[in-house]
């Protein structure tokens, strides 16, 4: 079997496949198709989560060859995340996700990082409405503008505490002109994804591959792949 | 014991990664920063592992037999892993096969009926009745078949054409401060949780 | 003026500053504006309000990560409370992140569910499955292909409240409570059937679920904080939501304050040539 065929024709045969039992299954009734459509999608799954672990591999080899090679400013951090990476491992194997002292792991942890991580973004949306928002005199810039300031007044409690006509207007702008526009990128959005699976399906489209274009026979012998 | 000692690390955690926001970059932010990490992978391989074992590994052992899906399973699995190895990257392409394959095929099927014929369906409204309703149609209508035709059919910026997208440029900028507006109480909102916790732990709430 | 421009300099500092006193000092000075209840939280609570006790299970999908709790819990709390006080079973599930068994069981501690109801004949905690919009269609067509066991190790099989569960079917409705970013995977799978279909998302992304709602495929949503503190007045469970709604009234008022002055500075100092 050549390279071509193990390397890239068998995987985008195995795309074809997989998708076209996938869609084949939504639009007709046998059986057979309910089955195996099941089966891939838990295949899938398995995959999927197969995918975290992957993923510790990969975190744990790179954190490897930066405390190896003493990366200045950072291998020590290194250190520590590969420590409590599988420290918590450990701990949570040990005790489930719903125990008492995993709990407390995860709400003085994770709870605290991630809030806090959030956080952040709130403050640099402000500096960025700040420094960047400049009102010009010009017709698409005043109507985001006035779209903005009338759905913000009427968000909150206070605007509409001020003025009760906020509330109708603000309703209006979302359910007509922002539904609207947003019905138009929804189905422009979609007909991109049907395209664009079509496409990856029929094994025209192969970037998930990691390559830009099928190599010819005489270039895969010149690769190390 | 544990509680007031969670208290403090939560505590000494939010304080590390708010000094990013209201000081600067430093250490303590990057030591928050990598222990997140750490924490939030973990969390994750051991829910993944227990996933595995409870749906995958357990069954087979307990009720016996091997199923083909099983097998399939065991084997793709093990060419992920591959990807680590230089020479055998490419095999961890059939199991990534599987998950586009599924994956796609899930999305465009249901894309379909959900995204596109139904918003279609939902955009036909009939432009009748009086007054506001009647505007509110003709305005949906003619919102919709210009955004559509902005990014299906790019028009040209000279000639006739050009007010189709002048016409739908604006009604995307109106969308577009709706969803600014829109935004600002979801930051805000992440935000309190440890405006929250500041405040109890002070005793202030 | 040398002296301002200094000032302006430092404007990101000033600006971060005044967003967290202003949340802190919203918590410690309620002001107390009242909140108007809009339609589609309305609806959300009227389905609940009058589902009979002896339906099927409701399908809970906790969707939000840790970060994006202080927005989405509020209202989820409130559901499950207010499933609670009608007698209503629920099953919870996960997909969107792998913090959703974490936070599942600090929302059962949280709720009191376990001082109430019976655990897998009155509610059951499946947590997190992966495999995102396929797991979700997996869910719709095929329940027990992709749960085999709940948080606790439990078999679904053996549990009263899951063991008869196939598909879509065999729920009353379907809410997921997103923030992670998944609610489209649920839109797109569930709402093709015959299943009532409500959500709970971030207010972010109200705009763009705003014509689904239009359409008829979502029946009802919870946007936001401001959402779950609607929910949390309509059912009286009053909890953070509602505390909360006078931080959002105060940053929003900060946020055209903020506007304004950054216009005010950029055409002063362009003027100046500055």
């Not at chain 2, 990664?17 to 303590?28: A, V």
């Not at chain 2, 505007?135 to 919709?144: E, G, H, K, M, R």
């Amino acid at each position: 079997m050549s390279r071509q065929t193990t390397k890239v024709f068998l995987p985008v045969l195995l795309v074809a496949f997989a998708g076209g039992v996938i869609l084949a299954e939504y639009f007709f009734a046998p059986q057979i198709l309910s089955t195996l459509g099941s089966e891939l999608k838990k295949l899938g799954v398995l995959i999927f989560s197969m995918s975290m672990i992957v993923g510790l591999v990969g975190i744990s080899i790179n954190s490897y060859k930066k405390i190896s090679r003493r990366a200045p400013g950072e291998w020590y951090l290194h250190v520590w995340l590969l420590a409590l990476l599988y420290v918590w491992v450990i701990v949570g194997l040990i005790y489930t996700p719903t125990h008492d002292f995993y709990q407390w792991l995860f709400a003085n942890f994770i709870t605290a990082l991630y809030q806090a991580m959030l956080a952040l973004p709130a403050m640099s949306l402000f500096v960025a409405i700040y420094r960047s928002y400049k009102v010009k005199f010009e017709l698409n810039t005043i109507l985001l503008t006035a779209s903005f300031l009338l759905v913000l007044f009427a968000g909150a409690p206070l605007g509409e505490a001020i003025w009760t006509g906020f509330t109708p207007i603000r309703s209006w702008i979302i359910n007509v002109p922002t539904a609207s526009a947003e019905r138009g990128l929804i189905i422009t959005m979609a007909l991109g994804v049907i395209g664009l699976s079509l496409r990856t399906i029929f094994g025209i489209e192969r970037t998930w591959l990691g390559i830009l274009r099928v190599p010819t026979a005489t270039e895969e012998e010149g690769e190390g792949e | 014991m544990l509680e007031p000692l969670g208290t403090w690390i939560a505590l000494a955690f939010t304080v590390m990664i708010l000094s990013f926001g209201l000081y600067k970059q430093n250490r303590f932010f990057r030591f928050a920063e990598y222990t997140a990490i750490a924490a939030s992978l973990g969390n994750g391989v051991v829910v993944a592992i227990r996933y595995i074992y409870s749906t995958f590994v357990e069954p087979p052992m307990t009720q016996g037999g091997l199923s083909i899906l099983y097998l399939l399973a065991v084997v793709f699995a093990a060419l992920l892993f591959l990807q680590f190895v230089g020479e055998y990257r490419w095999a961890s392409r059939y199991p990534m096969a599987i998950i586009v394959g599924v994956g796609l095929g899930v999305a465009a099927r249901t894309s379909l009926e959900t995204e596109v014929v139904k918003q279609v369906w939902a955009a036909m409204i009939p432009i009748s009745g009086s007054g506001m309703d009647l505007f509110n149609a003709l305005l949906s209508f003619v919102i919709t078949i210009s955004v559509l035709a902005y990014f299906l059919m790019t028009p040209k910026y000279k000639g006739n054409f050009s007010y189709l997208l002048k016409a739908a440029q604006a009604f995307l900028f109106v969308g577009f401060g709706a969803k600014l507006a829109s935004a600002i109480p979801m930051y805000v909102a992440w935000a309190s949780g440890r405006i929250q916790f500041i405040l109890k732990v002070v005793g202030l709430m | 003026m040398s002296s301002l421009l200094e000032g302006v300099k430092k404007d990101r500092f000033y600006v971060s500053w005044i967003l967290v006193i202003i949340m802190f000092l919203s918590y410690l000075v309620p002001l107390g504006i009242p909140v108007t209840i809009r339609d589609p939280t309305r609806e959300v609570y009227q389905f609940l309000n009058t589902l009979p006790a002896d339906s099927k299970p409701l399908l809970l999908s906790l969707d939000f990560t840790a970060g994006g709790s202080p927005e989405i819990r509020p209202s989820m709390m409130a559901v499950v409370k207010h499933a609670i006080s009608r007698g209503l079973k629920f099953v919870v599930i996960g997909i969107g992140t792998d913090e959703s068994t974490a936070l599942m069981q600090s929302l059962f501690d949280d709720s009191g569910v376990e001082d109430t109801y019976e655990y897998g004949v009155d509610y059951v905690g499946i947590g997190y499955i992966p495999g995102g919009e396929i797991t979700v269609a997996a869910l719709a067509q095929d329940f027990s292909s992709v749960v085999e066991t709940d948080a606790y190790g439990n078999k679904v099989s053996d549990l009263a409240l899951t063991k008869d569960i196939k598909d879509w079917k065999d729920f009353s409705a379907v809410i997921p409570f997103d923030s992670a970013g998944v609610h489209m995977f649920w839109v797109r799978n569930w709402t093709p059937y015959d299943i009532p279909y409500y959500g709970s998302f971030t207010a972010g992304s109200e705009p763009r679920y705003v014509a689904f709602y239009n359409s008829g495929d979502i029946d009802g949503y919870m946007a936001g904080l401001r959402g779950g503190a609607e929910y949390e007045i309509l059912t009286g469970f009053l909890s953070t939501g509602v505390k909360s709604m006078d931080m959002q009234s105060l940053t929003h008022l900060y946020a055209f304050v903020v506007l304004v002055a950054g216009n005010v500075v950029l055409y002063v100092f362009k003027k100046e040539g500055k």
